[in-house]
C-alpha cells in the first residue's frame, strides 16, 4: 500500500507540474499585449486552448489513477483518467490513459485469457489518498502473494453499484465489464446500435464511447466535434459531468428540442400532436405546403404602376416563370431570382411593347439600351416586388412551419389537424411563438426546403475575398521587389534564402490572413444548423421521431453514429419500435447491433415485478440479468384515491434511506404530492441533486435513484398508449428499495406487487 502511495502521490505532483505550465501559459498569453487584428486572434486561441487544458487536468483531479497491470514479462503498467509521462529526456509513459490499446487487459483479461497479465489492481483512493487496493491472481501458476487479494474480483465493482446516488451520474472507468468494453472501443465509422435492457450501462458505454472516439480519432473529432443528444435538459444535466471527469470537454450535449439555432423550444405538445408532427410523412406535407405558397393568379395579377399604369401577369406568364425556378431544383428562396427574373423580363416586354409602339405600325421604337433601362426601373419598382412577393415570397422556416400549423386542415386529415392546429398569432415581425421540441425537426426540415437567398452575401464575400487577394498580391510583389534588390548580386536559383512569394502564392496568403473563429468546435456547431459533426451518440434513441431522424441524419452525412436504446421502454408514440424501420431510409442494411445483457442498475427482486409488467405487453419477455439481489422485494401500500399522495409521502419520509429519492407518480397527482412534500423538486426540469425529487414516468426515463416510490402504477399504465412501457421505466430506476403506493380500488394487475 504504501508504494502505491508513493507512486500515486507522485502522479499528482506530475499533474500539479502540468496544471502549473498550462496555468502560465493562460497568463502568458492573456499578457501579450497585441495590436494587430492577427495576433489577438493568435492570442485568443491561445488562451482559449491552455484554459481548456487546465480544466481538464481540474476534472481528473479525483480518481486520477485506479488500476495497475503487472505483465508476465516483468513489466507493470499503471492506469488513469489521462496519460501523463515524465519530465525526463525519454518522456517515459508514468500513467496509462484507460484508452490506451496498452490498456486493454485491465478491462479484458480473465484467468481463463489472461492476456499476458500476471495481476490486475485496482486502487481506491479518497482524494490524493490510497485507501484500498483489490488484487486479481490472472496467473494462475504464480503463487505471489500481495495481501490484497480479492477472491471474487467482484468487490470494487459491487462497492460502485452499492454507493449512494448524488442525482449526477459518475463514470464507470475503473469497472468497465468486458461486454461494455468492446462497445466502447469498436470502430468509429457507421451506424452502431447498442440495445439492453435497464441498467445495462448503455448510457455509460455512450459516454465512455465518445470519450474513447475522441482519443483514438483525436484529429477528426475535436474539428468536427461529437454530438450527444438526449431526451430532455434534466437528463443532460445528469450525465452532463461524465465526459468533463474523464479529461473531456469540447462536446456538445443537447436534446434536438435545441438543434434548431435561434429558437428555444419552449412549449408543450399534447401526445395527440408530437406524434403527428413527428411523422416522416410531414417532408411531404411541409413540401406540399411550401409548393401551395409558389402561386399562380386567378386569371391575372394587375400591377398598379406609378409611373407606367397598370401592367398584368397573367397565368401563363407566372406558371412559365414558376417551372423555370423549380427546374432549377435550388431550394425555395434560392430559387427565387430565377422567378423573379422571368417576371421582371415579361413585364420589361409588355412595357416596351406598350410605350415603344410605332403608331404607325412599324417596329418598336425603343432600342436595346432603352429597353435595358426599362428593366432597371421594372426591377426596383416597389409595386413590382410586391407582386412576385405575393407570387414567390421569400419565407424564413419560422414563417413556412407557423403558417402551416395555424391552418393545417388543406393538408392533414381532420382529426390530425386538429392535434397540431395552434391558435394564437400567425408570423408577424413580432409573433411570439412557443416552439415546442416537435416543431424543431419541422423547423430544420423547413429551412432545408427553403434554402437562404444568400445571393447578396456571397457577392459581398466574394468582393471582400478579391480584394484580400489584390492586397496580398501588392504584399508579395513588394517582396519579389526587394528581393531582386537584395539577391542581385547572386544566383537566385540558388539562393537558400526563402521569401514569401517562393512558399505562398496570393491566395493562400490571403487565406491566412482571414479572421479565424476562436471558438470550440462544439460551440461553433452549437451555433451552425449545418454542421456536419464527426459522430452522434443518441441516447433513449427509441424516443426519436422519423423528422428527428431526418434532422439527425442531416448533421452527420459521415453516418458515424451511436445508437443507445430499449424498444421495451419506448413512451412516446412518435417514438419507433425497430431500430430496422428508423435506419433503413438513411443506411439500409448497413448497421450493427450490439446487445447488453446485465443489469448493474435494479436489484432483482425489483426486476422481478418490472418483468412482470413488461410481460403483459410481450409473453415472452426476458429482463436483463441482476448483477446483485438485495434480499428485499418491493413494500406495497394500498391507500384510497384522495390518499395516495399522503401515503407515498409517508412513506418518502419513513425511508429516507441514503442517497437519493424518487417519488415517481401520474402528472395528475403531482401537484399533490408537492404539497405533502415541500422540500421535494419537481416541475418541468426538477433538480436531481436534491435528496426527494418529484417526477412522472417520462421524466424518470433514463434517471436513477437509491430509492423510488411509484404511485399509482395502475393509473400509469392507462396512462398513455405506451403506459405499460411507462411503468416498466418507473419500475426500474431504483439502486436499492422499491415502494408501491397503489389505489385500494382499483384492482391490481401487478402480482407479484399485491399485499
Ligand atoms: N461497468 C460498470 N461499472 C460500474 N457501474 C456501472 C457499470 N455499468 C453500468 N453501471 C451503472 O449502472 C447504472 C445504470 O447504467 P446506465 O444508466 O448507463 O444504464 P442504461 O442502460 O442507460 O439504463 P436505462 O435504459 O434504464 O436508462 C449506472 O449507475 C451506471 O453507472
Not at 135 to 151: A, H, N, Q, S
Not at 155 to 173: E, F, Q, Y
Request: net charge negative; proline share 6%.
Amino acid at each position: 500500500m504504501q508504494n502505491e502511495q508513493q507512486f500515486v502521490s507522485l502522479l499528482y505532483e506530475r499533474l500539479d507540474a502540468l496544471r502549473e505550465q498550462a496555468e502560465t501559459a493562460v497568463e502568458a498569453s492573456i499578457g501579450q499585449v497585441n495590436t494587430g487584428r492577427q495576433a489577438r486572434v493568435e492570442r485568443d486561441i491561445s488562451v482559449a486552448e491552455h484554459s481548456g487544458r487546465v480544466s481538464a487536468l481540474n476534472a481528473v483531479e479525483s480518481g486520477l489513477c485506479f488500476g495497475r497491470i503487472d505483465l508476465s514479462e516483468g513489466t507493470t503498467h499503471h492506469i488513469g483518467r489521462i496519460g501523463m509521462r515524465r519530465d525526463d529526456p525519454e518522456r517515459t509513459p508514468l500513467l496509462i490513459d484507460w484508452r490506451a490499446p496498452v490498456a486493454r487487459p485491465f478491462y479484458l483479461a480473465t484467468g481463463h485469457s489472461p492476456m499476458g497479465l500476471r495481476r490486475r489492481r485496482h486502487l481506491a483512493t479518497d482524494g490524493r489518498r490510497v485507501t484500498a487496493l483489490h488484487d486479481e491472481i490472472m496467473d494462475l501458476t504464480d503463487t505471489t502473494r500481495t495481501g490484497y487479494e480479492d477472491p471474487d474480483g467482484d468487490a470494487v465493482l459491487l462497492s460502485a453499484l452499492n454507493s449512494a446516488r448524488t442525482g449526477r451520474m459518475s463514470d464507470i472507468v475503473q469497472t468497465i465489464q468486458a461486454e461494455q468494453d468492446r462497445i466502447i472501443r469498436a470502430p468509429h465509422r457507421g451506424v452502431l446500435v447498442v440495445e439492453g435492457g435497464p441498467g445495462t450501462g448503455k448510457t455509460a458505454v455512450a459516454l465512455h464511447r465518445a470519450a474513447y472516439l475522441l482519443y483514438a480519432y483525436r484529429e477528426q473529432l475535436a474539428r468536427r466535434a461529437v454530438l450527444i443528444v438526449g431526451p430532455n435538459p434534466a437528463f443532460l444535466g445528469y450525465i452532463g459531468e461524465v465526459l468533463p471527469s474523464l479529461g473531456e470537454t469540447g462536446v456538445l450535449l443537447s436534446t434536438v428540442g435545441e438543434l434548431f439555432p435561434g429558437v428555444r423550444a419552449t412549449g408543450t405538445d399534447t401526445p395527440e400532436a408530437a406524434e403527428v408532427k413527428g411523422r416522416a410523412d410531414m417532408a411531404r406535407i411541409l413540401a406540399e405546403e411550401l409548393r401551395g405558397r409558389q402561386s399562380l393568379p386567378r386569371p391575372v395579377l394587375e400591377i398598379a404602376h406609378a409611373e407606367y399604369g397598370t401592367l398584368v401577369l397573367d397565368r401563363d406568364t407566372v406558371y412559365e416563370a414558376r417551372q423555370r425556378a423549380r427546374d432549377t431544383g435550388l431550394p425555395h428562396n434560392q430559387a427565387r431570382p430565377t422567378f423573379a427574373f422571368r417576371i421582371i423580363d415579361a413585364l420589361t416586354g409588355q412595357l416596351a411593347d406598350r410605350i415603344g409602339a410605332d403608331p404607325l405600325g412599324g417596329a418598336n421604337l425603343l432600342d436595346p439600351a432603352d429597353i435595358a433601362q426599362l428593366g432597371k426601373e421594372i426591377a426596383v419598382s416597389r409595386e413590382v416586388q410586391a407582386a412576385i412577393d405575393s407570387l414567390w415570397p421569400t419565407l424564413t422556416p419560422q414563417q413556412l412551419v407557423s403558417d402551416f400549423l395555424a391552418d393545417p386542415g388543406a393538408l392533414l386529415g381532420s382529426r390530425d389537424a386538429a392535434a397540431v392546429r395552434r391558435c394564437g398569432p400567425r408570423t408577424g415581425a413580432d409573433a411570439r411563438i412557443d416552439w415546442t421540441p416537435a416543431d424543431v425537426p419541422l423547423l430544420d426540415e423547413a429551412a432545408e426546403l427553403l434554402g437562404e437567398d444568400d445571393s447578396a452575401a456571397r457577392a459581398a464575400a466574394a468582393l471582400e475575398r478579391q480584394e484580400r487577394i489584390a492586397y496580398a498580391q501588392g504584399v508579395l510583389e513588394l517582396s519579389y521587389g526587394s528581393r531582386t534588390q537584395e539577391f542581385e548580386d547572386r544566383d537566385d536559383d540558388e539562393s537558400e534564402v526563402l521569401a514569401a512569394h517562393d512558399i505562398i502564392d496570393a491566395e493562400r496568403f490571403a487565406e491566412r490572413h482571414e479572421e479565424t473563429d476562436t471558438r470550440s468546435a462544439a460551440e461553433r456547431a452549437a451555433a451552425d444548423r449545418t454542421w456536419a459533426f464527426g459522430h452522434i451518440v443518441v441516447d433513449e434513441a427509441q424516443e426519436l421521431s422519423a423528422m428527428a431522424w431526418r434532422l439527425l441524419m442531416r448533421r452527420c452525412p459521415s453516418r458515424s453514429m451511436t445508437l443507445v436504446g430499449d424498444p421495451a421502454q419506448t413512451g412516446d408514440a412518435a417514438g419507433c419500435d425497430s431500430w430496422q424501420q428508423i435506419l433503413e431510409p438513411y443506411v439500409q442494411q448497413r448497421w450493427e447491433l450490439s446487445k447488453l445483457g446485465v443489469n448493474y442498475r435494479t436489484p432483482a427482486e425489483i426486476m422481478e415485478v418490472a418483468a412482470e409488467v413488461r410481460r403483459m405487453a410481450d409473453p415472452l419477455f426476458e429482463p436483463p440479468r441482476s448483477v446483485r439481489a438485495t434480499g428485499e422485494g418491493p413494500l406495497v401500500r394500498s391507500a384510497k384515491p384522495g390518499d395516495l399522495a399522503r401515503t407515498a409521502a409517508g412513506l418518502a419520509v419513513e425511508h429516507p434511506g441514503e442517497g437519493r429519492l424518487a417519488v415517481i407518480a401520474p402528472a395528475a397527482l403531482l401537484p399533490g404530492l408537492a404539497a405533502e412534500l415541500p422540500d421535494a423538486s419537481w416541475g418541468i426540469a426538477p433538480d436531481l441533486t436534491r435528496p426527494v425529487v418529484l417526477l412522472n414516468a417520462r421524466q424518470a426515463k433514463g434517471l436513477e435513484f437509491d430509492t423510488v416510490i411509484v404511485v399509482d402504477p395502475e393509473a400509469i399504465m392507462d396512462g398513455s398508449p405506451r403506459g405499460t412501457n411507462d411503468l416498466y421505466v418507473a419500475l426500474t430506476r431504483a439502486t436499492q428499495r422499491l415502494g408501491i403506493v397503489r389505489d385500494a380500488e382499483v384492482p391490481s394487475r401487478l402480482k407479484t406487487a399485491t399485499l
